[in-house]
């Protein structure tokens, strides 16, 4: 008992640490599939040794620690190494960023609730997430998706994949490692901002109900979920005030004030937008609110480098320049500092300086 309350204490800063210092998380915990959907976009070879490169390219991109306070992995990269035998997760540890790691097995279709999905991953996950901490890893993540229209979500649906959240959340906290809880109610859809706010605090209050039942420390954890946005095809799409308003309004009712940190997925949201929104809600509330609001973006920070790279090494410094700064216009939004000058406010690196920094593999 007096081992598990010290470990929460060292889990409650390193929550806190995720948060701080107007840094937010990188997502680059893509399974296989989706990461090989990404590169066929692009033409790019879908092989373990393509993900490993643009893994390298971005854990190694110079500076990335000044936004980024910890970056979520895949169970392939976490035992992947740079080009000079680092494995990934001791390479971010060493410039101060934590390393984070996927744990759920994706989501399914869930039977009898046709259109709906169950994460799942629990059967065995103690011992894969003391494997994970044993590799470096200091927080982990589980995605829950839900997705809006023709009567769903579901009670059903919601209250499993609530429940199976929670589980996953007190094995965490056992095994000492921070959770990161991911329900996300999907963009897709005609619906309006209003009704994406109904759902989406409904299944946030179904989260907390089940994470205090299975006795998860909010202190110990951190909150990402969706912004409140209108369907990609509702015929009105609201202002980024609009947005920034209907979010927070639905936080403040339905999570306590006891987590230290939300962090957004963008779930398809251009990185501009994701910026702004985000920047949005610290401008206009930061006073108000008991956790810190930031980002642990996917899409929203890859996706300009992931073009500009197109699996070629002589674009590696390009992508980075634009991994760089997309990463920085988010901390400045987690700054409520984000404005048209920083957007415009491209960082160029010596490519000298660069190069060596890229293949010694040392911290900037
Ligand atoms: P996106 O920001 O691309 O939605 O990814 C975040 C994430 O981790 C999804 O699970």
Redesign the pocket.
């Known amino acids: 008992m007096e081992r598990y309350k010290v470990n929460i204490h060292a889990l409650a800063t390193t929550a806190n640490e995720m948060v701080a210092n107007g840094k937010g998380l990188l ?1 680059i ?1 893509e399974s296989t599939e989706t990461c090989n959907r990404r590169f066929a976009q692009w033409d790019i070879a879908q092989t373990a040794e393509a993900h490993r490169r643009y893994r390298e390219l971005i854990v190694s991109t110079p500076g990335l620690n000044e936004s980024i306070s910890g970056a ?1 992995l895949y169970d392939e990269t976490i035992r992947q190494k740079k080009d000079d035998g680092t494995p990934f997760a001791t390479a971010l540890a060493a410039i101060g960023i934590l390393p984070g790691i996927k744990v759920d097995r994706g989501a399914k279709e869930m039977p009898a609730f046709p259109g709906e999905k169950i994460t799942e991953g629990l059967d065995g996950l103690r011992t894969r997430l003391a494997e994970y901490l044993a590799m470096g890893a200091r927080f982990a ?1 589980w ?1 829950a998706v839900f997705s809006i229209g023709g009567g769903t979500p579901s009670r059903g649906c919601i209250e499993s994949n609530a429940h199976a959240l929670a589980r996953y959340a007190a094995l965490c906290q056992e095994a000492g490692l921070v959770p990161v809880v ?1 329900p ?1 109610v999907l963009m897709e859809g005609d619906h309006t901002l209003d009704v994406c706010s109904e759902i989406t605090g409904r299944v946030l209050r179904t989260v907390f109900e089940e994470l205090y039942s299975q006795r998860v420390q909010l202190e110990a954890m951190i909150l ?1 979920p969706n912004m409140v946005l209108p369907g990609l095809t509702c015929p009105t799409q609201n202002t980024v005030e609009e947005v920034s308003d209907a979010t927070v309004r639905c936080l403040l009712r339905s999570v306590p004030a006891a987590i230290p940190g939300i962090v957004f ?4 949201q251009s990185g501009e937008l994701a910026s702004a929104r985000l920047n949005a809600m610290n401008v206009r509330y930061k006073s108000r609110l008991p956790w810190e609001l930031s980002f ?5 920070i890859q996706e300009p480098a992931l073009e500009i790279w197109h699996g070629e090494q002589a674009n590696v410094i390009p992508a980075q320049e634009a991994l760089y700064h997309r990463a920085k216009c988010d901390a400045s939004a987690h700054r409520g500092r984000y404005d048209a000058a920083v957007e415009a406010d491209h960082r160029e690196i010596p490519a000298p300086a660069l190069i060596a920094n890229v293949y010694a593999g040392s911290a900037r």
Do not use: V
């Open positions: 997502a915990d979520i993540k995605r991911e996300e990402k997925l963008s779930g398809g642990s973006y996917g899409r929203a």
